[in-house]
T-cell receptor, first 115, second 117 residues
Framework: DTGVSQDPRHKITKRGQNVTFRCDPISEHNRLYWYRQTLGQGPEFLTYFQNEAQLEKSRLLSDRFSAERPKGSFSTLEIQRTEQGDSAMYLC?????????????FGSGTRLTVV | AQKITQTQPGMFVQEKEAVTLDCTYDTSDPSYGLFWYKQPSSGEMIFLIYQGSYDQQNATEGRYSLNFQKARKSANLVISASQLGDSAMYFCAMREARRTGGFKTIFGAGTRLFVKA
């Protein structure tokens, strides 16, 4: 297993367009997290899944954002009608249920630029 | 509300010397976990070290140690014998249990460390 994979690495889109990002977690990790990181800031929590169930969503996740994790494997994060304020690095992380003493394994992120 | 504060936006250290990165946290939950992550210029967050709120001893992982002062709500990261490859952003983070049954981790704003040759 090569770790958490995110695709694409970079995405440039015009304002108003829809974008979708994909995250493939480590196969035995049943918890999956999405974070957003803007320049000079720490990651901000967006949402997380335990298997296929989305257990919590941040207030940052407006109705333009939706995340899924069908079958508890990979996850997608979709942003509809993108705005310039959506420009950020979107990070995916995963963890095993019982590994509470370990940190997340993060992917390399998807950098979104809305022009 | 839970909160992580890193007061040092940037720090310089001479190669081979030790450096301490500050972190204070605020929570009313008696059970929590504290983490430090490193983010090099490549962008990937790398887990460094973990400290549980009930742990009696300070955590250590190689050249990293966590100076945990529970009463002061402080969890400073100490890097000994700094190397040029330690130059990166460092984030302190705290995890709390959620009523939904899982955990949520929040991050501080980070400290950028520069190691000088």
């Amino acid at each position: 297993d090569t770790g958490v994979s995110q695709d694409p690495r970079h995405k440039i889109t015009k304002r108003g367009q829809n974008v979708t990002f994909r995250c493939d977690p480590i196969s035995e990790h049943n918890r999956l997290y999405w974070y957003r990181q803007t320049l000079g800031q720490g990651p901000e929590f967006l949402t997380y899944f335990q298997n296929e169930a989305q257990l919590e969503k941040s207030r940052l996740l407006s109705d333009r954002f939706s995340a899924e994790r069908p079958k508890g494997s990979f996850s997608t994060l979709e942003i509809q009608r993108t705005e310039q304020g959506d420009s950020a690095m979107y990070l995916c992380a995963s963890r095993k249920d019982r590994d509470s003493n370990y940190g997340y394994t993060f992917g390399s992120g998807t950098r979104l630029t809305v022009v | 509300a839970q909160k992580i504060t890193q007061t040092q936006p940037g720090m310089f250290v001479q190669e081979k010397e030790a450096v301490t990165l500050d972190c204070t946290y605020d929570t009313s939950d008696p059970s929590y976990g504290l983490f430090w992550y490193k983010q090099p210029s490549s962008g990937e967050m790398i887990f460094l070290i973990y400290q549980g709120s009930y742990d009696q001893q300070n955590a250590t992982e190689g050249r990293y140690s966590l100076n945990f002062q529970k009463a002061r709500k402080s969890a400073n990261l100490v890097i000994s014998a700094s190397q040029l490859g330690d130059s990166a952003m460092y984030f302190c983070a705290m995890r709390e249990a959620r009523r939904t049954g899982g955990f949520k981790t929040i991050f501080g704003a980070g400290t950028r460390l520069f190691v000088k040759a």
